[in-house]
Structure formats: C-alpha cells, structure tokens
C-alpha cells in the first residue's frame, strides 16, 4: 500500500541500492501454486492481525500512516526464515525459502491491514457511532438520531466482504497495460520487490540478518518502555508520561509536549523528512498563534459559555479549518493526477511519453543480459495469467451481490446508488491506480470524499449522512484495493513471481483482513474509550467524516461567526501551496510544507507532531553521521519502535478489559506557593 492517508501516503525508503539487486540469478522459478505455501499463510495472517492493530491505534489516534510494505516483507523473511532454520536442525527436510515466497508473504499482509485503514475505522464506519452523533451536538442542525449506527462484528465483517473484493477484479485485465505497456514505477512497489530481491542474494542475507536483528532489538525495547510507562498512566486521562509537560506546563496547555511514544518517534523515522516538518509546523500555526488569537473573541464570535467540544464555539473552527486544508490539497493532487494521466494516455508515442521510466546507462555485453532479464520478467507475469472473462465475471457478480446487500445494512443508500457506484467505479479505480504508479500518492480517501459529498446531498436530510458515509467506504474500497493490487503486481513483476499467484495471495489476504480487521478494531472498540475527546483513542476522523456529511445536506448555515471566510482562506492556501510545490525549482520545493499533513494537528494537537520531529530529528542527524547505516536500518529501527508499541496494545487491552488499572498516577501541576 502506497500508504494509506485519511492521512498521507508515504513511500518506504529503499534499504538496499539498486546495483545490488539488479542482476538476478537464473534460478528456477516455482509454479505459481507452489508460490503459496501453508507456511507463508500462517506468517501472513500472524503479521496481519500485528499490522491491523498497529494501523487502527494510528489510525484512532493521530491518522497518519506510514507504509508498512518493508516492514512486511522484513518479518515475513524473518519468520520463515527461523522456522526453517529451526525445523533443519531438529533434522527435518523442508522446502527451500523463495523470494516468491517472501513476494506473497507481503502482498497478504499488505492486503489484509490495508481494510485497518480502507474499512474506515477510523473514519466514516466509527462516524455513524452515537458518540461521535452525541459529540456533534443533539441539537445541531443536520445531525440526527436516526443516523446512528452503532460498531458491531456481525454489520462490519459483512460490510466488509461485500465491499472489498471489487476493486481486486476492476483492473486485472489491465496490469500488462499499466506494468509492462507504460512501464510505472510505483516507487513502493519496485523498493519492496527490491529489498526481497536482496533477501534472497549471499550479500542481501546478511544484509537481512542484521537488520532483523535491529528490528527485534528495538521492538524488545519498545515493548518494554511501553510496559514500564502503562504503571504510571493511573486511571485518568492527565496521568503518566504521556502527559509529560516537556517545555512547560504553560505549553503543556496548548498540548506542544514530548509523549514518549514509540510508535510516532518511529513514524517520524519512516516519513519523509517534509512530511514531519509540515506537521509541527502546522501545530505552530494552530496551536501556537490561530487558536489563541480566535480565543480572544470569545463573547463576540462565539458564546464564551460553550463546552470545549461544541461545534458553535473554538472547536467548530478547529474541525472546519482542517477538512478546508484537507480538501483543498486533495482536490488539488486529484485533479492534478487525473490531469497528468489524461496526458500520458492521450500522447500515443511511448517514446514521448514522460513516464517516470528508471532508465540506466548500460555497456553492450550488459545492456543484452539485461535485456533477456527483462524478456524472462515478461514471460513469467504472462505465463499465469487471469483471463478478461473471469475478471468482468467477478466484478458484476460481485456488484449484484453488493447491490443487493448493502441496502439491507444501510437502508438510506438505496440499491440505485450502489450500481451507480459500481458502474462508475472503474474508471475511478483506474486514475488512481496510474496515479500511483506515476507518483505513488493513493487518493484513495479523495475519492471516498467525492462520494460521501454526492450521495450525502443527493439522499438529502432524510437519511443523506449514512447514507454518504457507506458511498464513502464503498468508493474508498475499490479504488484503495485497485491502487494495493497494482502495485503488488509490480512487485511480483520484479521478483519474478506470477501474476496468478499475486492474486490469489490478494484475494487470501482480503479475505483475512475482511474478519482480522474488525475483530481487533472490536478490542479495541470492548477495552478503550474510543471517540473520548479527552482520552488517548480521540478518532478525529470520525467527527470530521460526520460534519463532511452534514455540510453535504445542510451547507455552511451552522458554521460559527467569520469561520467561513477563514475556511475558503485555508483551502485557497492549500491550493496555491501545492502550486506552488508544483512549480518551483526542486531545491526550493522541497521546503515547501505538505497541507494535508499541515491539517492534521489542527484538531488533535501538537504532542504528536512534537514527537514526529523528535524522529525526524535522529534521522537527520543518523544520516549526516553515517549515510549508509541510516539507508540500511532507519526502516528496521522504525519497525521495531512502531511493532512493539502495537504489540503492547494486545495486553494493554486485556488489563482494561478486566478492569485491571495502573497502580500509579504519575501528575503534574504548579508548585504551590508557602
């Protein structure tokens, strides 16, 4: 997965260098049947179920989320790897570890933890919840009792196989067009089939071993600080270090603190360096200058009176600033992409295309050995191949099964609205497919939004905000799991591995991810406070999805005084930004912020982006020390932080489950004066 971003998309870092990978033996190469092993599944559904609570605890928490893709292929190595080693020395013959093997290892698991984060569980499911309609206000025009729809396994596992399965069937027919034809790069795709490819050399091995070695070591001590911190964390919500007032208790108020957290210390490490920059920057911006200077109107803007969580005081600005900033930048990359990808498609010379082709300087004797390297890649993506027929089949059988079902799980999106979702879907599916390839940006959620905005004002007050937010989940299904597809199709193009095995392993991991991803979001929906505006889980996307759906069927009557004109200023701010990214020389734009991870802090607040910069910071200063170590290991010291803090939640959960809380509520306030 590009990455996900009700958030920002992310591309890995590439761990290995091309010059490595780039000569690869003529081995034999398994059938594609032998390419999926019993093995490969059990590793695949145990990474699966690891990843998917790691994306929902992003996910409720903050929304921003990394790319996993090295991670996957990393661990997956890892654990077939001693498993092997295990079973050979107690004298037991086993089947050799391929890197087609290792290929369909991640391609399942990067299919299951992508529905963490395209089942909208952090967005537009958790967004018909009573919490989030209670958190809006009861009597705030738009929101509805009737539109609540409160999380439970049976609906969501349902929701979820009746959805998530089109978008693998919608652009099979076209992966040699998109993989061979234009030759994108999907720059995620081709650095994980890379890092595989060098598992699987002499030299890439040991390369490997040591970086399995550093995951483990940061994981361990990950797991153990966020052990250690959960004594501390007392019963409320202001206690432990997650609430420690770094700079302050002055700037602890305006929430700028360091929390301790691995898991975004390790976001910080994986995200480019712009992205975390653009987030603190964005906390400085809100927190720092617009919501104190907004404070001081108090009485003449707004009652003075409100609640810290309602939407006619402070906290309506800070909603309605965010989805400004947010849409206005996915707008702007979604007509950029459509843009860029009408061009493309249109100039018919492929010599004249600008496609982001990698092309090499090459001697004869090794410009013909790659050039048979690239015919055998080519024969062995269309040896086992899915035939047209069988696509279109599953995509219209699906579209009828789902046509048919999702009215019965949301009454309000009459059948109609579904087949017309479905019959325009492809194309959709399409442009963000080939815009991942040229840039490896998903807009997955732009389109998702598109929907919600449609069918929210089509539906209108009668139903229009469940209503828009299945349109929401469906779109964002298909064109997430398209986009996921055609990028593991480039890996497996790269790695030598079939096309049908690709697939498969696709369908298998969307099936598991179909019940693995709402049986952990459900421990954490049973074991937290999730939505609580004061608590860890906050889900921002929920109340941001929710007003999105009623702006669609009421408009902008309701919106605070002045927070309009401020509103259209952000999201013309983010247009020109992006322009201006777009425009300006590369040693120029490459200072220049990201708005839709500006957006972010505006409503959580700044401790995370504190902690982001804090990661940044070590991979700056990694990186000028010694360049090498920090390609290699940055990702797997990432990893690590990020696994281990996900693999705390699990007994986290349980201890909350049975009520069983910290012994200590570690606080802090002003000293008291004699």
């Known amino acids: 997965m590009g990455t996900k971003t009700a958030s920002v998309e992310i591309s890995e870092p590439l761990l290995v260098e091309p010059e490595k990978t780039r000569a690869v033996e003529p081995e034999p190469v398994p059938e594609w049947k032998e390419q999926i092993t ?24 903050v929304g921003i989320i990394p790319s996993l893709n090295v991670s996957a292929g990393l661990l997956g190595f890892f654990f077939v790897k001693s498993w092997t080693g295990f079973l050979s020395k107690l004298g037991f013959s086993v089947k050799p570890f391929t890197r087609q093997e290792n290929t369909v290892i991640q391609t399942c698991v990067v299919a299951c933890y992508g529905l963490a984060f395209s089942g909208g569980f952090g967005s537009y499911l958790i967004a018909m919840d009573k919490r989030t309609y209670e958190l809006i206000g009861t009597d ?164 003075a009176d409100l609640e810290d969580n309602d939407f006619q005081g402070l906290y309506g600005y800070k909603v309605f600033i965010a989805i400004s900033l947010i849409l206005g930048d996915g707008i702007y990359n979604l007509i950029k992409i459509i843009a860029i990808t009408v061009k493309e498609i249109s100039n018919k010379s492929t010599k004249d295309t600008n496609l982001p082709v990698t092309t090499e300087a090459l001697a004869d004797g090794e410009s013909s050995k790659l050039l048979l390297e690239q015919r055998r890649r080519d024969e062995i993506f269309l040896k086992d191949g899915i035939p047209s027929w069988f696509a279109g089949a599953g995509y219209v059988g699906l579209a009828a099964i789902s046509t048919a ?61 469940v209503a828009g937010l299945a349109a929401c989940g469906v779109m964002m299904s298909i064109v997430a799991t398209a986009a996921d597809l055609m990028q593991d199709f480039k890996t ?84 020109v930004i992006n322009l201006l990214r777009d425009t300006t020389p590369k040693k120029i734009s490459q200072y220049i912020p990201i708005p839709m991870a500006m957006a972010v802090p505006f409503y959580i607040g700044a401790y995370f982006a504190i902690d982001m910069f804090v990661g940044t910071v070590i991979l700056f ?54």
Request: glycine content about 10%; overall charge neutral.
């Open 38 to 61: 019993v093995r490969g599944l059990a590793v695949s559904a145990l990474l699966g179920s690891l990843f998917c609570i790691i994306t929902h605890k992003l996910n409720l928490t």
């Open 140 to 303: 705030y025009p738009g929101n509805r009792a009737e539109d609540v729809k409160n999380p439970s396994l049976g609906w969501m596992i349902g929701f979820l196989f009746v959805v998530s399965f089109l978008g693998l069937f919608s652009l099979v027919p076209l992966r040699k067009v998109m993989v061979m034809d234009y030759k994108l790069t999907y720059p995620s795709g081709t650095a994980t089939a890379m890092l595989i490819n060098s598992f699987h050399t002499n030299t890439g091995a040991e390369l490997a071993g040591k970086q399995v070695r550093c995951l483990g070591k940061y994981l361990s001590i990950s797991l153990i600080w966020s052990c250690f911190k959960w004594f501390f964390s007392g019963v409320g919500d202001a206690c432990g270090f997650d609430n420690f007032p770094t700079f302050g208790l002055m700037l602890y108020r305006s929430t700028f603190y360091f929390d301790f957290s691995p898991t975004y210390v390790g976001c910080g490490l994986i995200c480019p360096h712009i992205v975390n920059c653009s987030v603190l920057l964005g906390a400085i911006i809100s927190w720092g200058f617009l919501w104190p200077f907004i404070s001081q109107y108090a009485g003449d803007w707004y009652p």
């Open 405 to 465: 079902t999702i009215p019965f799980i949301f009454p309000p999106l009459k059948w109609y609205l579904v087949l017309g979702s479905y019959i325009i879907a492809p194309a959709l599916a399409f442009c963000n497919s080939y815009g991942t390839g040229l840039t490896d940006w998903s807009l997955a959620s732009s389109y998702g939004k598109i929907g919600l905005f449609m069918i929210a004002s089509l539906v209108g007050s009668n139903g229009g905000v």
């Open 492 to 575: 497996g193009y790269l790695t030598l591995s079939s096309a049908r095995s690709m697939f498969v392993s696709q369908l298998v991991g969307t099936a598991m991810g179909c019940i693995i991803a709402p049986l952990t979001f459900w421990m954490f929906w049973t074991a937290f406070d999730i939505g609580s505006p004061d608590g860890p889980y906050k889900a921002p996307y929920a109340i941001i999805f929710r007003e999105m759906a009623i702006l669609g069927i009421e408009g902008f009557s309701e919106l605070p005084k002045h927070c309009l004109a401020i509103c259209c200023g952000f999201f013309v701010a983010a247009m």
């Open 621 to 674: 200063v990694w990186e000028r020390i010694n360049q090498k170590d920090a390609e290699d290991y940055a990702g797997a010291v990432a990893s690590g932080l990020i696994c281990g803090d996900g693999i705390w939640t699990v007994p986290s959960a349980i201890l909350s489950i049975f009520r069983i809380n910290p012994p200590i509520c570690m606080y802090f306030g002003p000293s008291l004066s004699s």
